[in-house]
Structure formats: structure tokens, C-alpha cells
């Protein structure tokens, strides 16, 4: 498989439930996103990861928790969200994290989350 | 606060009809200049890219960009639309300042055969 994948597509979960986002990326790149996409908002970058390390955190509330194992691979945990949480979560990957012309991002089908 | 603006929230147009699609950005200095396309039920995929050079940049399907940089401007623009460019389109600009990709709002077109 290539690209940027993406589990599950669809997601149902309670307040009081603890989840898993999976990301997965076959593009051999380095760094690797977060987005959230709401109706009639901006897509909303949460977290960059590059070469496994974490450096951005866009004042993420801490129900939302990122792990990133490998630069293949991207995880975002859930616990005790609330309804405004749900939305459309997008993973992205590219050859680096900084300016210049590798910087160019690749996305996944996203991850639908609805937070009853 | 950096911004990226898309005046058009919602175009309707008939198949071969002409399309310009605005962007403006808030940044001074180096940006990188970007357009994504979302195709119903389908993943945000990369329409074309301005790095540098030439500022009249030609993308896939027909799609090209123009960069003015003294209006802060990379409007999306072609001559002649088909039904199956109906998607939501996303421009996005990343400043050297500030190694962000900061996305607009989208502006969704529907094309009418």
C-alpha cells in the first residue's frame, strides 16, 4: 500500500471512552502531522513530529495525546473528549518538517470522529 | 495573527466557465504557496506548489496559480471548468518565519453540467 493511511475511517466514542488514532505513512518521509478539520474552520495543524520528536504542539488540550514510535508510524490517543471534539482528524507526512521544497505534505483519508 | 483568506466560500458554475478562486496571506517575507483539492469522499491531494521562480505556476488539470507578492496574493485560476472539478479547494501558505502551514477556509465549488 502507498501513501498516507489512515485507522479507523470512522469513529463513535463517549466522554468517559479512551481511543486510539493510527496513522501510517509508506512515502519514506521524516515528519509527520496532525490536522483537525471542522465545518467551516480552517484546517488546524496539532502537532508535528520530525524524525520522531515532537516539535510543535499547537495548544492542544491534554485529552488529546500524540505518540509517534517511528517516522512511519503516528498515533493520536483519546481520552475523555467532549462533543465539540468531534470533527475530521487528518494525518500528513512529508520529506521534512522546515522550509524548503521538501516540505511539501502528503494527507490521509482522515479519521471521522463523533464524540457523543 | 498570520492569516490565510479565501473570499469565496461557495462557487457555482456551468462546464466550461472560467474559474478564479482568491487567497490572500498575511505574512511578509518567504512564503511557500500551496493548493489542495478535496474531491468528495476523497483525501486532500496537492493541486500545485510555488516554491520559487517563475510566479505563474501550472498545476494538474489544468489548474494554474499566479504569486503577486505585492498583494500578497496566489489566486487559483481555469479557463474552463468540468463537472468533475467539483471539490473543495484549499489554499495554504507556509512563511519561513514561521515553519507553519497555515490552511484557509475552503472554498467549495460545484460545477453543473
Known amino acids: 500500500e502507498t501513501g498516507v493511511t489512515q485507522t479507523p475511517r470512522h469513529l463513535v466514542m463517549g466522554m468517559t471512552n479512551k481511543k486510539s488514532l493510527k496513522c501510517e505513512q509508506h512515502?519514506?518521509?521524516?515528519?509527520m502531522y496532525w490536522y483537525k478539520q471542522s465545518a467551516k474552520k480552517p484546517l488546524e495543524l496539532m502537532f508535528v513530529?520530525?524524525?520522531?520528536?515532537?516539535?510543535e504542539n499547537n495548544s492542544v488540550p491534554s485529552r488529546f495525546s500524540p505518540e509517534c514510535p517511528n517516522s512511519s508510524h503516528l498515533f493520536l490517543h483519546l481520552h475523555t473528549l467532549q462533543p465539540e471534539d468531534s470533527a475530521l482528524y487528518l494525518c500528513?507526512?512529508?520529506?521534512?518538517?522546515?522550509?524548503?521544497?521538501?516540505?511539501?505534505?502528503?494527507f490521509g483519508p482522515g479519521t471521522r470522529l463523533t464524540v457523543l | 495573527a498570520q492569516s490565510v483568506s479565501q473570499h469565496n466560500h461557495h462557487v457555482i458554475l456551468s462546464e466550461a466557465a472560467s474559474l478564479e478562486l482568491g487567497c490572500n496571506y498575511s505574512?511578509?517575507?518567504?512564503?511557500?504557496l500551496f493548493w489542495y483539492v478535496q474531491y468528495p469522499g476523497q483525501h486532500l491531494q496537492l493541486l500545485l506548489k510555488?516554491?520559487?521562480?517563475?510566479?505563474l505556476v501550472k498545476g494538474i488539470k489544468g489548474f494554474e496559480a499566479e504569486f503577486i507578492k505585492s498583494k500578497f496574493s496566489f489566486n487559483l485560476r481555469k479557463p474552463s471548468v468540468q463537472w468533475s472539478d467539483t471539490a473543495e479547494y484549499f489554499c495554504?501558505?507556509?512563511?519561513?518565519?514561521?515553519?507553519?502551514?497555515?490552511f484557509g477556509t475552503g472554498t467549495r465549488l460545484q460545477v453543473f453540467p
Open positions: 513530529y520530525n524524525f520522531k520528536e515532537q516539535t
Open positions: 510555488y516554491f520559487s521562480g517563475d510566479p
Open positions: 505574512y511578509g517575507g518567504t512564503v511557500n
Open positions: 512515502l519514506g518521509h521524516n515528519a
Open positions: 500528513a507526512s512529508s520529506q521534512g518538517a522546515r522550509r524548503g521544497e521538501n516540505n511539501e505534505q502528503f
Open positions: 495554504a501558505v507556509l512563511s519561513y518565519n514561521t515553519d507553519k502551514l497555515i
